[in-house]
């Protein structure tokens, strides 16, 4: 099987604000999924309230973009009428798909005539489970991150089902990321979407001691249930004949994060099309995907079982970071120049600055000139409202950053 133009890949960006969604939008995603505040697994995120519905279903299909709402927790009995009630709204507003395993969402929307994906915490790891799931009304699976690319080759094979696979992000220590240990120690469950990951934490008091082999792991020097973030990029080229969407994880990241990598993705699919797929290309996109959050890359399952693929470090190992600049305080259409008033720091000719904003999105530039009272200067410090020339459209309150 080879990639060619009539095997579309899409590519499913995350949304957790609006910030991020038009950031996707703007770095060529084909699709966005997103939550609702409640039934969805990042509820840690800052979420899209359900009156919110309407406008991100018209601002996503002006743009050619399709929509998809996660309604994949886990649902209690108490919890029906009100899952029942955000499926008949997300029909109403034309979403476009639904994310869910639990059978009441499944069930409710078919009946409402809603697309339906398969979630990844149904854990579908073979061509049965997804047949299974088919016979009941979904066309699309997301497949479960313990799978090989061997493995997605033969379920893609055997099923008529859509084939989804995450192809950047977090990974889990537990399958599928069916975890208890956020549920447990601070009553905040995964499995709601509202895991406050106390795996990523150091743990130096405690030692881990295996007997019969003699080893020994300090889980604040090893991080043994951290793994390290997911990215395919470098062999995405393997990956694509077998699959029809690849999957950006990261509605809890910021909106430069979400913009950096559907970038990179987008770019890496046009150049697996036309050719231009090499290791040269590879180097430069894997040199931006650094810059933002991750934990240090895995190939994940893909090419096998990633042994010992735990980070070695709390936090992110992003080799740029945001600091706070200032914001803008208006706009000049005509001219293309921003008033940005530096709260903090100081912004010089040749930083690199990201503007971000709910309307705006994500604007990162170079900073190629700054005047103060129409004079130019080189740099300019707390207190001082700058003139700003800018490469796009920034809106008033946007906020700005240092990028370095």
């Not at 809603?114 to 699976?141: D, M, P, W």
């Not at 735990?310 to 200032?326: H, P």
């Amino acid at each position: 099987m080879t990639v060619n133009n009539k095997n579309k890949i899409e590519i499913l960006a995350p949304a957790g604000n609006w910030a991020m969604l038009r950031a996707a939008v703007d770095a060529g995603a084909d699709a966005v999924y997103f939550g609702v505040q409640g039934f969805n697994m990042r509820a840690t995120a800052r979420n899209f309230k359900v009156s919110e519905l309407g406008r991100i279903v018209e601002y996503c299909h002006e743009n050619k973009i399709k929509v998809y709402l996660t309604v994949n927790t886990i649902v209690y009995e108490n919890e029906i009428g009100k899952v029942k009630n955000l499926l008949k709204k997300a029909k109403m507003a034309g979403i476009d798909a639904v994310i869910c395993w639990d059978f009441v969402v499944l069930k409710e929307a078919k009946r409402l005539g809603l697309e339906i994906h398969v979630s990844t915490q149904a854990s579908v790891s073979n061509s049965e489970a997804a047949n299974f799931y088919y016979k009941l009304g979904a066309r699309r699976c997301v497949l479960a991150r313990e799978c090989t690319l061997e493995q997605i080759r033969e379920i893609k094979k055997s099923t008529r089902m859509k084939i989804e696979v995450f192809a950047h992000g977090a990974m889990c220590v537990s399958v599928s990321g069916r975890c208890f240990i956020s549920q447990f120690l601070y009553g905040r469950s995964a499995n709601r979407g509202d895991c406050i990951q106390p795996c990523r934490r150091s743990y130096d008091k405690y030692l881990l001691k295996d007997k019969e082999e003699d080893k020994e792991l300090v889980l604040g020097n090893d991080y043994v249930m951290s793994p390290k973030d997911l990215c395919t990029l470098p062999f995405l080229d393997k990956i694509l004949p077998f699959v029809d969407v690849l999957k950006i994880e990261g509605r809890a990241r910021n909106p430069e994060y979400v913009g950096v990598v559907v970038k990179a993705y987008r770019d890496a699919v046009d150049a697996i099309r036309s050719g231009k797929f090499s290791k040269e290309f590879v180097k430069g996109k894997m040199k931006k995907l650094h810059e933002v959050y991750n934990r240090g890359f895995s190939s994940g399952f893909f090419l096998g079982k990633p042994i010992n693929e735990f980070t070695d470090d709390y936090g992110s190992k992003a080799e740029k970071r945001k600091v706070n600049l200032g914001v803008v305080k208006n706009y000049y259409r005509k001219v293309g120049v921003a008033e940005i008033k530096i709260n903090t720091n100081e912004v010089k000719l040749g930083d690199t600055v990201i503007i971000i904003g709910d309307t705006t999105g994500v604007v990162e530039q170079t900073v190629g000139s700054i005047e103060i009272n129409h004079r130019p200067v080189k740099a300019a410090g707390k207190g001082k409202s700058v003139a700003v020339k800018v490469e796009k459209v920034v809106r008033k309150n946007d906020r700005v950053f240092l990028w370095k």
